[in-house]
């Protein structure tokens, strides 16, 4: 079973379709990091991501919100410097440089932002983590 499908069906058709592409995205990436299984789960609401196996990386989430409908908001643990690494790496991406990237509901995908994002979340606390 889905563990977002509840939460992503209130979301308008646009946001649910670059949802279910930035999801693929996310779990290609950690495959490519060899982070091994994801847990998927809802954190404060929001789809979340975060490797099974401990200290190996951080939490990565995902929302849609009607306060911006335009865009879909990746958070990172405040704690991390991941926010402070995606806004020198990708300046063009909205990013508070504290936990949260805004990433476009339609439009050109910063696919490859993403994917980087999600290999330096999930390989975070790992010696010899992708760095960027």
Known sequence: MDPFASTTAQWPTAARVRFDVLRAT???AAHDASVGTLTESLKWGQPAWRPAAP???STLRLNWSAAAPDVLT?????KTDLAE???RLYPDLPNDGRRALGLAVTGPLADQAISHLAAM????????EVRG
């Open 74 to 78: 990746a958070y990172v643990d405040c």
């Open 121 to 128: 979340t999930f390989t975070y606390h790992r010696k010899g």
């Open 26 to 28: 996310i779990l290609a």
């Open 55 to 57: 200290r190996t990386g």
């Open 85 to 87: 690494r995606m806004a």
